[in-house]
Structure formats: C-alpha cells, structure tokens
C-alpha cells in the first residue's frame, strides 16, 4: 500500500482545515464510523461503534464524545424490534490515531496546535435478539445520546450540505440458519493523501470464520440523530464530477484522473490518483458468504483527504537505528520494528528485502511497525525523509530469520461451533472449532451444565468432535494446552439445549397439530400431520411478531427461553389454511 508517506511527494496535515464554524451541536467533529458486531453464544451479539473524532472542532461536540451513549435501532426487515444503548470503552478519554511524523505536536495534545488531531472512540454493548431471522438489521443513525449526534464535517466536498447530515451506517444479519461475526477491519483511518500522486488504501480485513468477503461501495445516508427516534434516513446527495464526463457518485466518490479509481472487491483496496484538494466520503459496505449463503453485511464510512504537504524537516535527516522485539520469527509471530533517534519531523516508509539488495516498500509508515505472516528470512530497514527537498536516509538493514518450528503461541481459541441448537438424546451432535490460531498444542473439549464449572469430555481431544446421547441442556468449549509450558486459553461455550421429549406421540388437535408443553419455560414442541403447515408466527398479546419460522418436518422445537412471561399466539400458515393457538410462557 502507497500512502501519503510515500518517498516521491509526502503528506503532512498541518496545513488541511478539519474544523469548521457550524454551531449546532452535531456539526464537524466526526471523520468515519465503523459498526460490527461479533457473536456470543445463541442469539446473543455484542455491537460496536467505533467513531474517529477531529480534535480540533469548536462546537464542543467533539469533548461530548468520551460522554456519548451510541444507540443501535434493532429491525427485522421493516419493523422496529428492540434498541440497544452502548457504553463507551476504556481509555474513554480516545486514543490518537493521527499519522503524522515521529514527534509532531497535534491538536489532540495541544489544541493551539496547526496539526489537526483524530481520536478514535469505540463503544459496545451485549443484545440477545429474541428470535432467529434471515432480515436483522443494526442501525447507527448518528443518535449518541443526551440530544447529541455523529454531524458530518462541513468541510466535505462531494456531498450537498455535508454540514447539515449526521452518519447512519446499516448492517445485516442473517442467523436463520448459521451465526455471524462481522470481519475486522485492521488499517486506521482517516487517511491524508497528496494531490496529483497516485496512491492505494487498503482496509486490512480479517474474517475470523472464515467466510468469504465482497467489497462494494454503498450511498452514503443521512441518519435521523440526535431525535433518537429509529427513523431510517435516505441517500445523501452527491455532487461534482470524479473526471470529464463521469460524475461523483457513491461508484466513484472520488476526484480523480480519468479512469485511475478502482476498487478490489475481494479485498476492497482502492487505487487512485487524485488530481485536486478535496475531503471526500466513501461509503463500504462489505458482504460475507458462509457456503454461499450471505449471512450478513457490516458498513465503514471513512472521509479521503487530499492536499498539499507543507514542509516540516528540511535537509538530510538522520534514520536512527532499528529495534526489532525478536530476530527468530514463524508465521504466525507478531514482529515488531521500532526506528529510533531519527529526525523529528520526517516521514517514515519501512522497506523489506530477501538478500539486503532489493528493497520494496511496506504498509509501515510510522515508527513503529508491527505485523505478522512472515514465511521467510527477510531484511527490513526504514527509509527516513523530510518533505522540504526530499533528502533521505535509510537505517542498516536487520536480519529476521524465520523458522518453521514456532515456539508455543496461543493466538486465539477460535469459537466453537455445532451442527444444531436443540437436540434429543439420540440427536447426532458434531462440535467444531472455527477460527484458532494456536501452536504447538494439544486440544481437549469440556462440558458444562451452567458455562461455570467445566469438566473434560473423555476421547474428545480434536477440533472435531461428534456424539449422541444429550441428557441436559450442556455448554460445550474447547481448551487448548501448550505443549511447550502448559499455558491455556478457552474458546468461548457453545450451548445446546436439550429438547423436551414425550413418550409416544400427543393426539393431534382437529386442525392437524399439537403445541406442548403449555405452561412452558424453554422449548416448545410442534407435532403436525405431514405437509399440513408450512410456517408460524408467534405473536404477543398485542398482536407484536415476535418469533417466525418455517415448518419443514413433522415435529419442530422451538426455544422461547428470551420471550417475556405472558399469554402468546401461535399462526400456523399452510395448505390447510390459518390456525391459531394459545400458550403461555412462565
């Protein structure tokens, strides 16, 4: 990736404006968005906003943001089921992700500064959706509590009104039939680039199942703010021309040379060649496929600033040294290279080679490298140079052996996986692992009634397990013993409930099914004639959907464990018309 940083022509952000003089509360103090969720266990998700703050707004809204409670409106297709308020996450002062050079003073640590300054803010919070659907939707629409909302800088150049439009981002999932993490989108943003000098970004994503990955790019849309209201918002309006002939638009959101945006929807890197200053959004909308099946969709909106690089060392500066955390290296190390005693004030590209001779540029630009999947011996040095001239400077390169034989990482545990939520006891039951990343190790699954107290399952020591002969309602995990010092580390418990069962089979009523248990806690069971319905609908006493399913065999278990306690309506729909029955949950 070619970054503002590159030797050629060099950014350095001193001289761009983030700040404007809008004095509404919402206005110029949010530069991107991310919104993700991973998975729990059940239904159970965990939702995260990360929101990139300009430390040099003066509408004070930027100071509210350590203080904001992010809401997530919760819909199933068209309708508005739940909401969640997020809680902001430690450091809750932010954490600077501005990349400037090696001892730049910015607007974050000294507001009288000329350096602009981006904080980064990440909120979270635990739902558990009530039901399974192909159709949830999660959506930011820029309402952070107390009145206050993600207001767009006034300052952004291809949308109408930028100043008077808050952030909403949209994702979706589908937990029908399979769960879902969002990926991980490794590379910071915002990014400052230079005019007339071709560049790249690239977002780094990481899917941690598994799933296959689709970049497209998406309008971005206004949010409904500080209202708090869950109104879903429209497309915002997109203005001026990318090139002669073509104009902006969420496809090419950018201001650039004829034909020179383009954008990998594998990998979702852009390459581009912008030809004026400008402060641009885009929008992603990144797409995952399980088996073919897309099973959600999450949504980064970030702002591309071009300008010119103002000067900050002059001369030849001086690269300093490099400190390296290890010289012996696997794959799945994490190497870390640290340039000291350069110059202050110069920009930074690391560079790598295979025999000290031939050198290519890396993503690293700054200081301090760090990163991972090295698969062979390999030299790194750090070109230093100051933007006033171009002089450069190089360190002497380091020599990182790699070595297949790894000494005992335990990266990640993975999250453990099975083929069915509800079974029987002659139910066949295959546990997985998706995901670990640990070596050398030796795996043991457990067992556990309560997810506390945890005990190993005899003969189950693979990443894939499989059994019959539930008796309760069990968690499941898998633990991961280094062989090396015996450290550990736990997937996260996988629970299967265990579906009540009578002897022989219930009479059926005069329309073809029997629900039961009624009164019931956990599970209700279905038994119909064959092909006599095809889907149900259970719905609360003032008529609220609250879970639907389809029909697919004669006998279904359904979980009602997350509805509240009250009287319910269960619809059947099929080819022998509608029926309705009553159950109550306790």
Same mark, same amino acid.
């Given at each position: ?5 590159d ?31 991973? @998975? ?12 990139y ?20 409106? /919760? ?21 600077e +992700?501005?990349d ?23 909120y ?24 206050s909302a993600?207001?767009?800088?006034? #300052?952004?150049?291809?949308?109408v009104?930028p ?18 993490t969002?990926?991980?989108?490794n ?13 790249? @970004? ?15 790019? +998406? ?5 409904s ?27 090419t ?23 004026i200053?400008?402060?641009? /959004?885009?929008?992603y ?18 702002? +591309?600033?071009v300008m010119?690089p *103002? ?6 500066? +001086?690269?300093?040294? /490099? ?8 794959s ?13 004030g110069?920009? @930074? ?20 490298y ?11 040095r ?9 002089a450069?400077?190089?360190?002497a ?23 069915v939520t ?6 066949s ?19 556990? *009634? ?13 990443a ?14 898998l ?10 580390i736990?997937?996260?418990?996988v629970? /299967? ?23 019931t806690?956990n599970d209700?069971?279905?038994?119909q004639? *064959?092909?006599?319905? #095809? #889907? ?10 609250m879970i639907?399913q389809?029909?697919t065999t ?10 509240? *306690? ?19 949950k306790?």
């Open positions: 990736m070619k970054r503002v940083y030797l050629s022509c060099r950014i350095f952000i001193a001289c761009f404006l983030l700040v404007c003089s809008h004095t509404s509360v919402y206005a110029s103090h949010i530069v991107g968005a991310d919104l993700s969720y991973t @998975y729990v266990s059940g239904n159970t998700y965990n939702i995260i906003i990360t929101l703050g300009d430390c040099g707004s003066t509408t004070g809204a930027f100071e509210t943001l350590q203080y904001s409670s992010p809401q997530v409106c /919760i819909y199933n297709g068209t309708t508005n089921v739940m909401s969640a308020n997020l809680t902001i996450q430690p450091p809750t002062a932010g954490v +992700v501005t400037v050079a090696s001892g730049t003073v910015t607007q974050c640590t000294n507001t009288a500064s000329s350096v602009p300054g981006i904080k980064k803010f990440v979270s919070a635990t739902i558990t959706l009530p039901y399974t659907s192909a159709t949830w939707r999660f959506i930011y629409g820029g309402y952070n509590g107390t009145g993600a207001g767009r800088a006034a #300052s952004i150049t291809n949308i009104a100043g008077s439009t808050i952030i909403q981002l949209i994702d979706t999932l589908n937990n029908s039939t399979y769960y879902n969002t990926p991980s989108l590379t910071t943003m915002p990014y400052f680039y230079a005019i007339n000098q071709h560049d790249t @970004y690239d977002p780094a994503a990481v899917d941690t199942i598994g799933d296959s990955l689709a970049f497209y790019f +998406v309008p971005a849309t206004d949010g703010g500080a209202s708090g209201t869950c109104t879903i918002g429209g497309d915002d309006t997109y203005t001026g021309m990318a090139w002669a002939g073509t104009p902006v638009s969420a496809a959101p950018l201001q650039v040379v004829a034909d020179s945006f383009s954008m990998n929807t594998a990998t979702g890197q852009l390459a581009f060649h912008p030809d200053f400008q402060r641009g /959004i885009i929008e909308n990144v797409r995952q496929f399980h088996s073919g099946v897309l099973v959600g969709t999450s949504q980064r909106e970030m702002t +591309v600033m010119t *103002p000067a900050t060392c002059s001369g030849t500066p +001086v690269a300093g040294g /490099i400190y390296s955390n290890t010289l012996l290296v696997c799945a190390n994490v190497l870390t290279l640290t340039d000291t005693g350069s110059t202050t110069a920009f @930074y590209r690391w560079q790598s080679s295979p025999d000290s001779i031939t050198w290519n540029s890396t993503p690293g630009t700054t200081a301090i760090s990163f991972s999947g090295v698969t062979a011996t390999t030299y790194y750090c070109m230093v140079t100051c933007a006033s001239g171009g450069s400077d190089s360190t390169g380091i020599k990182i052996v790699y070595t297949d034989t790894c000494s005992c990482l335990l990266t990640s545990a993975g999250t453990a996986l099975a083929n509800h079974a029987s006891s002659t139910t039951i295959t546990l997985t692992d998706s995901g670990y990343s640990a070596s050398p190790v030796t795996m043991q699954w457990q067992s556990s *009634p309560d997810s506390v107290a945890w005990s190993n399952v005899s003969g189950a020591t693979n894939s397990y499989s059994f019959t002969g539930l008796a309760a309602t069990t968690y499941y995990r633990k991961f013993i280094c062989t090396v010092d015996g450290d550990t736990v997937s996260p418990g629970k /299967i409930i265990y579906a009540i069962t009578t002897t022989g089979t219930p009479s059926l009523s005069a329309s073809g099914i029997k629900v039961f248990p009624n009164p806690t209700l069971s279905i038994i004639s *064959p092909s006599a319905y #095809s #889907s149900f609908t259970i719905t609360n006493s003032i008529g609220q959907d639907q389809a029909l004669t006998q279904t278990i359904v979980n009602v464990a997350t509805l509240p *306690p009250g009287l319910y309506y269960i619809i059947f729909r099929g080819d022998n018309g509608t029926s309705v029955q009553k159950f109550i306790l």
